[in-house]
């Protein structure tokens, strides 16, 4: 444990160390809501990089079809997504306006789906005796994610952003693709100006 918190300690200092250069703030916080509703917080490692780590609820205004994938089974259900991000994005000014910007993004996403039950089938052989007994389980997605999007600078500190993309899943939970929406607000600490 202590070296995992030492690792992750020593890379948020190498994300510190490579800001420096840049001639905007190294770290920020958002809200976004969409497909996943949630906080975010990016790292600028460059002036055009950034690593985003987010965290969200997905299913508070975009309701998933994730149990239509299967429609022969019966009595399938689950209760809530969860999921983190870890994105890479590339920005640049949009047109060379200077407080337009538009990205791109792509990184790993997991998703938690909590008390899923798998169901049974709606036709079974004959003389075939099935004993369901559904036991809640939680399961783990692990996909990839990618959004492309514009970000409006209101001042230094405040920006606005929109973004669109998709995520695919990896894993067989679901293997599962969706469309992503996102709509939030970033607020940039520790400004700086660069020397």
Known sequence: MKRFVFIICLFFFSLN?????????NFSLGLFIGEG????????ISDKFE??????????????????????????KYN???SSSLLLIYKNK??????????????SQIRLITDYIQGMP????PNVIIIYDP?????IDLGISSLIGLEYELNKNISVF???????????????????FRTGLIYRLNYKKKE
Do not use: M
């Open 51 to 76: 690593i985003e780590w987010n965290i969200a609820y997905n299913e508070l205004f975009y309701k998933y079809g994730y149990t239509d994938k299967y429609p022969h089974y019966i009595g399938q």
């Open 17 to 25: 160390v490579l800001a420096q250069n840049t001639d905007k703030s």
């Open 37 to 44: 509703t949630g906080l975010l917080t990016n790292f600028r």
């Open 122 to 125: 709606d036709s079974i052989p």
């Open 162 to 180: 929109f973004d669109l993309g998709a995520y695919i899943e990896i894993i067989d939970v679901f293997l599962w693709s969706n469309f992503q």
């Open 135 to 139: 036991t809640p389980r939680t399961e």
């Open 94 to 107: 949009f047109l060379g306006i200077n407080k337009l910007i538009y990205h791109f993004a792509i990184g």
């Open 80 to 82: 809530n997504i969860y």
